[in-house]
């Protein structure tokens, strides 16, 4: 992805610029399939054990902060909201409009780590943690256990790709203020764009598998 | 050797070099470590993965050394465990799966549409870096005393006991995967959008094909084992619970995921190959390859078909014994995409005009042991005589059949067809035909006897053995510093000929690839005139002229 560093100008590989344009789509397209495949195999691991382990999981499951994680959704949801105004403020050239929808989307993004911060926080005082000091009712520790790993684990790797995600819409609105993006050449803008409603999507998987189990019963 | 068939056009006497191509265009270090010239990061890769082979071969010949005798003790057993570790980690790693796809895929595959650059060529840089710094995590980890735990971080033992340097290691290769899913992608998006005009699916040579094939398996494969490996690393550092069964976890879980991108890494290493053959095979039989629309979409479905069989490693884990079944059933299926290749490459040498080069020499070495290699794979992938030869010599021999016998084979094979395209030079012939039958019979005396040896029942990874094995073993060891030598040869005659090797003029074999019509080196464009495609692989058998004036040479 380095190449959309490249700005406006036609990289010598490409004849004209919608080819470089569709190049750096599909790119991004084939970097998500592989994003897919690698939480694909937490999710695996994931649904193993919901299967093998349902009333650990389930109990553990009532122990995360179901509201919290509700906000982060939202907060989330419009986030992408925000990105795909951005990208159609860059589409219309309205260079303004770009540069606050992206710092609305930073923004959000940040909000959103701020709540998975102090959730994690609560986890740590509540001993909800992987290691010698995990605490949880000893008829399910070991199931909670597996739990809580998978718990961290996935939503660790989720964090991880939002702070990336905030790291290239930094880079987006330096860009942004020095006027590269114009309504004919916006790619990076597009597919930031794609990653961004990506990194989304994935918690709205996480977020009813890691926090709504078995909500109905209470 | 006289006997190239080149066709010099007339009135021009021996072929010069080009006065500027992409290796004399800029000179210096910093002129290679910032290049992004694809065919510059190829030769990049084509140093580092040499210094790999090396690396894995000396780790090789150290177990052999050990198992000459019954009760050796050159090293000691748990020296012996990290040595055939270390030996898989480089040989697969950082070896094969690199060598054919990053160096001549790398070089050759934008060439080969007719592009001037695969479509990120700064990517393409990063990877390089990506594959070096991961290499450097894994000699670290080698040399500050090794790893034991086997090519397949089986857990528990990876994760909780062995007390070698397991998470060095697999930052490595979790780091070098993002090379091989880069290069992936670049080649993928390389081959849908920057072909010439001209150059439709059809007509894409059967190299690119099998690169594409490989590339999907790359970008879908790779990171499943890169989640496989953190979870393998955070459960050693953090104990969370994943895989071990004190903590909750199941060990056959490791075993699925490590296995579903692991098999298909086999035909990473393989499906490369079988294009590299399919190319060398039609030049040198001056045939279009028989059956292209199969041989193309059977690369595709050993991509696929591949993607479901990684439970026919696992037939005595303890996996249900109807997933053995489908598993064993789905396995015998890739053995149809193989098969389809193999009779393809036959029925193009019937009646083809065949020459006897090096390249064709390694051609026909592959043809023959992969066939070999791949037929043992359907003993192994019959439920009842995989229980019996389980862990024994007999799968070491099957896959190195395929690994050594084919995937290193095509390798040579295409680093001799297109070693006057990269260097603009002929290598020797005679040589190159000699090193050619002496890795044959190395590698057949190497090998073979482990095949019996893993029959009569001798199991992988111990350092010692039963004294009626002896024999076997030492043929094998006999046959493996013969093998030493016959890629010792290659070393040295290919670099020399960089310098003194005769001028090959743009296309030495009269090859019909897009490849070939242009210098030889290239230039840093790679065309000098915009190409546009109208026929592939218009081959056509020698005439009774090309034959006399080969003969006149």
Not at chain 1, 33 to 48: A, N
Not at chain 2, 423 to 439: C, D, K, S, V
Request: proline share 5%.
């Amino acid at each position: 992805m380095s190449e959309i560093t490249t700005g406006s100008a036609l990289a010598h590989q490409f004849d004209d610029a919608q080819q470089q344009q569709q190049a750096a789509t599909l790119g991004m397209w084939v970097f998500l399939c592989t994003e897919v495949m690698m939480f694909g195999g937490l999710f695996t691991g994931y649904v193993v054990y919901r299967n093998a382990y349902f009333a650990g999981f389930a109990a553990a499951s009532h122990r995360l902060d179901v509201t919290l994680g509700a906000i982060n959704t939202a907060v989330l949801i419009t986030s992408s909201f925000t990105m795909a105004m951005a990208v159609h403020s860059a589409q219309t050239g309205k260079r303004t409009a770009l540069t606050g929808f992206l710092l609305a989307t930073m923004l959000l993004g940040g909000v959103f780590l701020s709540i998975k911060g102090t959730e994690y926080a609560s986890k740590f005082h509540e001993h909800l943690v992987p290691g010698p000091d995990f605490e949880f009712d000893p008829l399910l520790r070991r199931q909670a256990y597996v739990f809580i790993s998978f718990y961290f684990a996935m939503t660790g790797l989720h964090a991880l790709h939002m702070v990336v995600g905030l790291g290239l819409l930094g880079w987006l609105v330096v860009g942004t203020v020095r006027k590269r993006f114009t309504a004919a050449y916006h790619t990076p803008v597009e597919i930031v764009g794609l990653y961004w409603h990506f990194v989304d999507i994935v918690w709205i998987f996480l977020f009813p598998l890691l926090y709504l189990i078995e909500r109905h019963h209470r | 050797m006289s006997s190239t068939l080149t066709a010099p056009s007339p009135g021009t006497s021996a072929p010069q070099m080009p006065r500027v191509h992409y290796l004399n265009v800029d000179y210096g270090v910093k002129s290679w470590l910032f290049t992004t010239d694809h065919k510059r990061i190829a030769i990049m890769y084509l140093v580092v993965a040499t210094l790999f082979f090396a690396l894995g071969g000396t780790f090789a010949g150290l177990m052999r050394l050990q198992l000459l005798t019954p009760h050796s003790h050159l090293v000691q057993a748990e020296t012996y465990n990290k040595l055939f570790t270390m030996h898989g980690v480089t040989m697969i790693f950082f070896f094969l799966i690199p060598s054919i796809p990053a160096v001549l895929g790398n070089f050759l595959i934008p060439m080969m549409i007719g592009a001037r650059d695969l479509a990120f060529p700064r990517l393409n840089l990063a990877s390089w870096y990506i594959y070096v710094i991961g290499g450097l995590f894994t000699i670290t980890a080698a040399a500050t005393g090794g790893v034991d735990t086997g090519w397949t971080f089986y857990t528990p033992y990876s994760s909780i006991y062995a007390n070698t340097n397991v998470v060095l290691t697999v930052v490595g290769i979790f780091i070098t995967g993002f090379s091989s899913i880069l290069t992936g992608l670049n080649f993928i998006v390389t081959v849908h959008k920057m072909r010439a005009p001209g150059m439709t699916w059809g007509r894409l040579p059967l190299f690119v094909w099998a690169h594409y094939a490989t590339s999907l398996i790359f970008i879908l494969g790779t990171p499943v084992l890169a989640i496989t490996l953190v979870l393998v690393g955070l459960e050693r550092v953090f104990r969370i619970g994943v895989f071990d069964p004190a903590l909750g976890g199941d060990p056959l879980l490791f075993q699925h995921l490590f296995w579903f991108y692991s098999h298909p890494a086999v035909y990473i290493m393989i499906l490369p190959g079988m294009g590299v053959i399919s190319e060398v095979v039609a030049c040198f039989a001056r045939k279009r390859v028989y059956g292209y629309p199969f041989v193309a979409a059977s690369s595709l479905a050993i991509a696929v078909l591949g993607f479901l069989v990684w439970g026919h490693h696992m037939f005595v884990s303890g996996q249900s014994m109807y997933a053995g079944m489908v598993f064993s059933l789905l396995s015998m299926l890739v053995a149809i995409p193989s098969a389809i290749k193999v009779f393809n490459w036959t029925a193009t040498l019937y009646k083809g005009s065949v020459s006897f080069q090096a390249p064709m020499l390694y051609c026909f070495g592959f043809i023959g042991l992969f066939t070999i290699g791949g037929l043992t794979g359907l003993f192994l992938a019959t439920l009842g005589i995989d229980v019996h030869v389980h862990d024994t010599y007999f799968v070491i021999a099957h896959f190195h059949y395929i690994m050594v016998g084919g995937a290193i084979m095509a390798y040579m094979s295409g680093l001799h067809f297109w070693w006057p395209k990269m260097t603009g030079r002929l290598y020797p012939e005679g040589w190159a035909r000699l090193a050619a039958l002496i890795i044959f019979i190395g590698f057949n005396l190497t090998f073979f006897p482990q095949f019996i040896l893993g029959y009569l029942g001798m199991p992988r990874r111990y350092a010692f053995y039963p004294p009626e094995f002896q024999v076997l073993n030492v043929l094998s060891t006999a046959g493996a510093s013969i093998l030493g030598v016959g890629y010792l040869i290659p070393l040295v005659y290919l670099i020399w000929s960089m310098r003194y090797g005769k001028p090959a003029g743009p296309n030495p074999w009269s090859a019909k690839g897009l490849e070939w019509q242009t210098t030889s080196p290239p230039p840093t464009d790679n065309f000098i005139e915009p190409l546009v495609v109208e026929e592939a692989y218009a081959y056509a058998p020698y005439t009774p002229e090309d034959r006399k004036r080969a003969k006149h040479e």
